[in-house]
């Protein structure tokens, strides 16, 4: 199945110039749902983790459900606000101004293995905040996996530290 096919491409969303990729209309299909989660636990079947972290919100669609489909526990990481117990945050810089995220502090213990999985790779902030998150709290990030790459903002530069895996590559 070509996965490709199923994300519908928005031109000029969120901005002029911004190329967006949907995914909504691979999730509304059942058969492409299932075959995306079944790749992303194929990629992933000779790293060793106890938990699957998801970020903000489109990753929580696939690490959720992967999470269950591997009869592993899921983390949900969120920005600020967001959690209702303590948490333990990570700053990020954005193209003008800062963002962060948040976990809560007793998700993760030292030693603890993670995936971090998240529905698109763009600039790779995001994914980088999150596994200092991980590794600030005493674990360790087995391995960064992505549905979609945005190939061309070359993310994995930013995160040459760590194991990554994308299911769908865009060149834009």
């Known amino acids: 199945m070509d ?22 209309t691979l999730l509304k299909d059942s058969e492409a ?17 106890d938990y699957i972290i998801g970020i903000e919100a489109r990753g929580f669609m696939f690490a959720s459900a992967l999470a269950y489909k591997l009869n592993k526990g899921f983390i949900p990481v969120r920005k600020p606000g967001k959690l209702p117990a303590e948490t333990v945050s990570e700053s990020y810089d954005l193209e003008y101004g800062s963002d962060s995220i948040e976990i809560h502090f007793d998700a993760l213990n030292k030693g603890d293995k993670v995936l971090i999985l998240d529905d698109l790779l763009a600039t790779g902030g995001t994914s980088l905040a999150c596994a200092k998150l991980v590794e600030k709290m005493g674990a360790k990030v087995s391995c960064l996996e992505f549905v979609i790459e945005l190939e061309d ?20």
């Open 153 to 172: 903002l070359n993310a994995r530069e930013i995160l040459k530290d760590y194991e990554v895996i994308s299911l769908i590559r865009y060149d834009h």
């Open 3 to 24: 996965l490709k096919s199923k994300i519908r491409v928005i031109e000029d969303y969120p901005a002029k110039g911004i190329s967006f990729k949907d995914i909504t």
């Open 33 to 49: 749902y299932a075959h995306t989660l079944d790749l992303l636990a194929d990629a992933i079947r000779d790293y060793e983790f």
